[in-house]
């Protein structure tokens, strides 16, 4: 036996100076550096490995044999290290994305129908049990259809009741100042029998009050068929009067260019029912909109044979119905969004 090889010696103070180094190690940045100082193809274990074969026959297996020691060694607590290193990280993450089930919790947020929305669907359904369906048409409409079909030429003094937003395109453009455009829409695109209601937004540059808006909404109806006469018309308001509100209906001669005759109705007021209160101006009745019999020249307009076909139409304001049914006093509280006031309606 010759005395201990000096590789043996510097093969421990490797392996003893690398257990101190990593003791210290607090991060994985660290710790992968370590490894490839002392275990990486190019560390400093490796390399001594290597000189092995360089050194005496006889000095070789025990040489080895710490060789091998240092290097499993090593390995062994490279991985512990790695280990507790990916535990603390863990645990700090966790700590740090905890959840506090002390703190008060946050009370969801539930939506309801706007007053008017309730109306609308009120009105769908109350129509739809009398045979009636929904039809649409766009808010941005053809001059034609909001005017010309209707029996509104331009220049006719007719259209100064309705204050319009024209949108200044060759052909005519507006934004509808009611609904009855659809009439026109569903007309052309059917044949007798028509029974629909055509809810919908309108625009109008009206001066805003306690009764009016610039836009707004409408419900729209029409049916056109064999012997439609006007007592269908005042039927079927009856009936709807009675059953959204629970109130009377009557009418009043008025003009409009596409119906003839032509009426305004009123529902008696709410409020006093029909005795007159401030509500109702001391009327005993509040007026929601207009109707009559489909005007001949709007058929010929749609190639409905008037001698054949009779219609009756009608609009109305779910506005004013929304404000009778809740004693609203004045309509712009309707498209104000002020929470105060809706939250009423939750
Ligand atoms: N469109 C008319 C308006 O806005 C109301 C109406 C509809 C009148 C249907 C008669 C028939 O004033």
Redesign the pocket.
């Known amino acids: 036996m010759t005395e201990q090889h000096s590789l043996i010696t510097a093969l421990r103070e490797l392996q003893a100076r690398a257990e101190s180094e990593l003791g210290a190690i607090t991060d994985l940045q660290q710790l992968e550096e370590w490894r490839i100082r002392y275990l990486g193809t190019k560390g400093a274990l490796t390399m001594a490995l290597k000189d092995l074969g360089t050194i005496p026959k006889e000095d070789r297996p025990a040489a080895g044999q710490t060789a091998n020691t240092a290097k499993r060694t090593l390995e062994a607590a490279y991985d512990r290290h790695l280990a507790e290193l990916r535990q603390a990280a863990l645990a700090t993450g966790l700590s740090a994305e905890a959840i506090d089930i002390t703190l008060p919790g946050r009370r969801p947020q539930l939506g309801y129908s706007h007053p008017v929305r309730e109306t609308l669907q009120d009105i769908i359904r109350i129509f739809g049990s009398m045979g009636f369906s929904v039809a649409e048409g766009p808010e941005v409409e053809w001059d034609r259809f909001n005017f010309e079909l209707l029996n509104i030429p331009e220049d006719h003094p007719a259209r100064d ?2 204050d319009t937003f024209y949108v200044d395109v060759p052909g005519g453009i507006v934004l509808r ?4 455009p659809v ?1 026109a829409r569903v007309m052309l695109s059917q044949r007798p029998p028509v029974r629909v209601i055509a809810p919908g937004r ?1 625009f109008r540059r009206d001066q805003e009050d306690a009764s009016h808006l610039s836009y707004f909404w ?1 419900c ?3 049916a056109v068929d064999r012997d439609v006469t006007f007592s269908d018309l005042k039927g079927v308001l009856a009936s709807f009067a009675d059953q959204i509100l629970g109130c009377k209906v009557r009418f009043r001669p008025h003009h ?1 260019q ?2 003839e005759p ?1 009426a305004e109705f009123d529902f008696s007021c709410l409020v006093c029912g029909g005795k007159g209160c401030r509500t109702c101006k001391y009327e005993g009745w509040l007026e929601i ?4 019999m489909v005007h001949p020249q709007v058929l010929r307009n749609m190639d409905y044979d008037p001698a054949v076909y009779s219609g009756f ?3 109305m304001g779910p506005e004013r119905i929304t404000m009778m049914r809740y004693g609203i006093s004045d309509i712009r509280l309707l498209n104000a969004n002020d929470m105060r006031f809706l939250r009423q309606f939750a």
Do not use: I, K, N, W
């Not at 100042?177 to 009855?180: I, V």
């Not at 909109?289 to 009559?292: N, V, Y």
């Open positions: 009741t309705m100042t009611h609904t009855s009439q309108c409408q729209e109806g029409l409009f596409f119906t032509s909109s207009g109707a009559g139409a009608f609009g």
